[in-house]
């Protein structure tokens, strides 16, 4: 048994964790039985004088010498321990063993570089029955850079020696080969590569734990980073089913978020509105559907373009969520009550405190009420179930009689 066994970070991050349940049974069973398969370590060739830095002695004066098959420092007798034994396989049984005293056999490979040597873990690691896809995809992308140096080795080799060879002119399709040892398919392999670069860690870790699929987690990554984050919060905080609040996220972002559709609010704030303020002259983001619940004198359409008009009097503004369109209505908002032409208004939006546009209303509103549950809007029989909470503003003189009206729904702050 070999007991200088050297881990090699890079090499151990390689290996795809083990579930918390593989991991005890693993260990159970190393208790149980011993450690039955052999650990497989990489035999590095020493290196020769001036290759190595003695630590442990002023480097600059470091003279290795060899004695008995190790070279050593004739200065200060520090052994650099040149015999390197690299683990490649089999770390988690290794952490097993030598915590708990446990014997075990080694087996040497032999690799012409450490390039080599990550592309044996990574096949290696292929052979796992119980590997995701994400975990196969991210294995490929770590393949992906050395195959493709190898590749362009030999096609470089194949043009030296037969310039005119349509072989040596074909293009590397670097994807295919590598997502073909992962046994998954390029595009898979493409939006691996898309969560690795921009996704949140949790929907990372989610995706790998084979929790979601890859799909939903590539669309839920292209969610923006506060939705992402809200949604995560709800799982973690609620113990929601991850997949339903991920994919009602990217179901109402698409609607309500990107502003794709027209949803409405439930009569039941529509009512308090109208209590505030005695009436609503004025919607300047609605339809005709819309407005049989909400009931104002006046309602602009999409097709309207409330933006352009004119607002004033009451005002109940719940305004479409997309990020162009949301800071644009909050300031048309904000400007018609600073002039005087609009002199109530009661707004429903996200509540999105780190947002521009949220602090410039809070700058103008009288009251804001954080309701205790999220507000199912609708459309048609359909209902949309957002993945952050809301948040009403008021504007006007009558923050007493709106704290009074809205306090059931949630709590109101009058902000300074």
Not at 82 to 107: K, P, Q
Not at 215 to 238: G, H, R, W
Not at 320 to 325: A, C, I, T
Request: charged share 25%; aromatic share 8%.
């Amino acid at each position: 048994m070999i007991r200088n066994v050297e881990i090699d970070s890079e090499f151990q991050a390689l290996i795809p964790a083990m579930q918390p349940d593989e991991r005890l049974q693993l260990e159970a069973n190393i208790v149980a039985d011993g450690c039955r398969d052999p650990l497989v370590v990489w035999f590095k060739p020493a290196p020769q004088p001036g290759e190595h830095k003695c630590y442990a002695y002023d480097e600059s004066k470091c003279n290795l010498r060899i004695g008995d098959g190790v070279w050593t420092c004739e200065h200060c007798e520090h052994n650099p321990a040149l015999l390197e034994y690299v683990l490649v396989d089999g770390h988690n049984r290794y952490e097993i063993c030598t915590r708990l005293g446990i014997e075990f056999d080694t087996v040497e490979m032999e690799f012409q570089s450490r390039d080599d040597a990550v592309l044996w873990i990574c096949k290696n690691q292929f052979g796992r029955r119980n590997l995701t896809d994400y975990q196969r995809g991210v294995l490929a992308l770590r393949m992906k850079p050395i195959v493709e140096a190898q590749a362009k080795a030999q096609q470089g080799a194949r043009t030296d020696i037969s310039p005119k060879s349509d072989e040596s002119t074909k293009p590397i399709r670097t994807d295919d080969v590598v997502a073909g040892l992962a046994n998954i398919g390029r595009n898979t392999l493409r939006k691996i590569e898309k969560l690795e670069i921009a996704a949140e860690p949790e929907v990372k870790r989610l995706a790998a734990a084979g929790a979601v699929s890859i799909n939903l987690a590539t669309q839920f990554a292209e969610l923006p980073q506060e939705v992402q984050q809200a949604a995560i919060a709800s799982v973690l905080e609620n113990s929601e089913p991850v997949k339903e609040v991920m994919r009602e996220a990217v179901k109402n972002y698409r609607a309500i978020g990107a502003g794709e559709n027209e949803w409405y609010t439930p009569a039941e704030y529509a009512d308090l509105a109208r209590d505030v303020m005695g009436g609503i002259d004025l919607d300047p983001a609605s339809c005709e559907q819309a407005n049989e619940v909400i009931g104002a004198s006046k309602f602009y359409t999409k097709d309207d373009d409330g933006l352009l008009k004119d607002w004033s009097g009451r005002v109940w503004l719940n305004p479409p969520y997309s990020r162009d369109l949301m800071p644009a209505f909050v300031e048309k908002l904000k400007n018609s009550f600073v002039d005087g032409s609009v002199q109530q208004a009661v707004l429903v939006s996200h509540n999105n405190t780190d947002t521009a546009w949220f602090h410039s209303l809070a700058s103008v509103a009288t009251a804001i009420c954080f309701p205790k549950k999220r507000i199912k809007f609708y459309r048609g029989d359909e209902i949309a179930s957002p993945t952050n909470g809301q948040a009403f503003f008021y504007l006007g003189d009558n923050a007493d009689k709106f704290k009074s009206v809205f306090c059931d729904v949630g709590f109101v702050v009058r902000p300074v």
